[in-house]
């Protein structure tokens, strides 16, 4: 839903509560439309356990009970559009089943899809057992599961966000922000596992919120991968504490504690492009001439190896270019991860290490499917990569960019070798390399704009139904870039915080068990 739209849903901060009528926007109507559907859709396939939705947009308990009204008149006019018959109420139903089934197959999660004349029978009932439930303290009417099949709509504050679990939870529509990461994460705890519904539930939000939760899965991830570093790399936490990223308008935790500005290092990493301004020709032009500049000046400086599938790789590339591109190539906001200025700040401190590394690069770039182009002096093909309808109209999703073999284009591997290693295995081959142990590896796909998602004719997929074409306004380029190393030293100050380890006494496990044992015996 829009960010304007917030306003008709819930008050201002300094506006009062008492007497606030909200608004039954589009977004909210489909939404509990869309709830309707999908619990017929369950009780079409035999399941008869709670549904529920939620819908948050406040903590104020009046702006709850403004729900309620506009809620049930919402009830009793679908029920009458129902009951008469006319095609045109019909027709509404089936399309909005058909178009939003189809963007999350029911196949793929091995189930078989219900069509609409197996849905509809359902649906009246389940509008008609359908409660609308105030839930918050002060409330008398509460949800309650203790009877059979029940099927309700909750309204309320911070015990439906954050504290009481909402059985069979099919559909949220939240729209009310957070200011620190454990909030929000105390938010999203919408859905869980939902075996024999996999496929129906939804949630409906605001873009900011949506980029907040994005944030904090890309925190979660990080964390992760910090967490795995300790198995791979053989390091305890006190050589690595987990580090977490920050956000500038999100606090981690309202005390933070011993928290302190932490360090990164893109040792071992591997990053990727996901987003693109497509519809921005200046942004794209500039990042087209950046590519330009550095596959001509690689070409000139480097040595083209002539023996690579897939690709045209340019070998002992000067770092000096790298880090000109890096400073000249622009990288969409929601990509935190791939931050240019800190790269290069890594790349400069690798350079004055003992030994030094990362002062020679390769450079390649990907020869797709599409038509024969030119970049750089250096005859290629487009690359095809169309991007997720997700219905974002600024930013371009194309998801993953750099395949598995493009990581190793410099190692000598054929693809099939490649698309066989994992990912700690890519890792290890690349440090134990007697080349290419020290140098990094940045690879280019020049994408052609329209890119067409591939035609399940063609042996795609349901998963190719949810992609568009790219539809942009100019040639797209994505960069992935490869950093050799595999142990957290060298790092650099990041937008990152962690708590210093270093002076923790550490505890020896075994023994302490081996004295407890003792005294007891």
């Known amino acids: 839903m829009a960010e304007e739209d917030v306003p008709l849903l819930r008050p201002g901060s300094k506006e009062p509560a008492d007497g606030f009528t909200p608004t039954m926007i589009d977004e909210l109507v489909t939404a509990v439309h869309w709830f309707w559907l999908a619990t017929a859709a369950r009780r079409a396939r035999g399941d008869n356990d709670h549904s529920t939705m939620l ?15 506009p809620l049930e008149a919402l009830q009793r006019k679908a029920r009458a559009g129902l009951a008469s018959g006319r095609p045109e109420v019909l027709d509404h139903w089936r399309n909005l089943w058909e178009k939003e089934s189809s963007r999350v197959p029911a196949e793929d999660f091995d189930r078989k899809q219900n069509s609409f004349d197996e849905v509809l029978p359902h649906l009246d009932t389940v509008i008609a057992s359908t409660r609308v439930v105030l839930d918050n303290y002060r409330s008398q009417d509460r949800l309650d599961y203790s009877e059979p099949s029940t099927v309700a709509i909750a309204v309320g504050g911070n015990t439906l966000s954050r504290g009481l679990t909402l059985e069979g939870l099919v559909v949220s529509f939240f729209v009310r922000g957070a200011t620190a990461y454990d909030t929000l994460l105390q938010m999203g705890r919408w859905f869980g596992y939902r075996t024999g519904f996999e496929d129906l539930p939804r949630i409906w939000m605001t873009p900011s919120l949506a980029g907040a939760f994005r944030h904090l899965a890309t925190v979660e991830h990080e964390m992760r991968d910090d967490i795995d570093r300790y198995q791979r790399e053989n390091l305890t936490p006190t050589q690595a504490a987990v580090r977490i990223r920050t956000h500038p308008a999100l606090r981690i935790t309202a005390k933070m504690g011993a928290a302190q500005p932490a360090f990164i290092s893109y040792a071992g990493r591997r990053l990727q492009t996901r ?20 596959v001509q000046e690689a070409v000139r400086h480097g040595r083209l190896d002539e023996d690579v599938d897939g690709a045209q790789l340019v070998r002992d590339v000067p770092v000096s270019l790298v880090k000109t591109f890096l400073s000249r190539y622009q990288v969409h906001e929601d990509s935190p991860d791939l931050d240019p200025d800190l790269m290069v700040k890594y790349i400069d401190k690798q350079l004055t290490s003992d030994p030094p590394s990362l002062a020679t690069w390769s450079v390649a770039v990907v020869i797709g499917d599409g038509e024969p182009q030119r ?40 693809p099939a070798q490649a698309r066989a290693l994992g990912e700690s295995d890519l890792v290890a081959l690349r440090n134990n390399d007697p080349v290419c142990h020290d140098r990094g590896l940045i690879v280019l796909y020049l994408i052609e704009p329209t890119s067409e998602p ?52 550490s505890e020896n496990v075994d023994e302490a068990l081996d004295v407890d044992t003792e005294e007891m015996v």
Do not use: C
């Open 454 to 505: 591939v035609s399940p004719k063609q042996g795609a997929d349901r998963k190719t139904l949810l992609r568009t074409a790219l539809d942009a306004v100019g040639p797209v380029v994505g960069m992935g870039i490869t950093f050799p190393g595999d142990v957290q030293t060298k790092s650099i100050q990041a937008t990152h915080v962690a708590v210093d380890l270093t002076d923790v006494e």
């Open 55 to 69: 819908i948050h947009t406040s903590v104020k308990i009046a702006v709850h009970e403004s729900y309620r009204a």
């Open 375 to 414: 970049l750089g002096g250096l005859d290629i093909q487009y690359s095809i990569r169309s991007r997720l309808n997700d219905g974002q109209a600024e930013r371009a999703d194309i998801k993953t960019l750099m395949s598995k073999q493009d990581r190793a284009l410099d190692l000598g591997l054929t």
């Open 275 to 294: 987003y693109f301004r497509h519809g921005d020709i200046d942004w794209l032009d500039s990042n087209l001439q950046a590519a330009e500049y550095l």
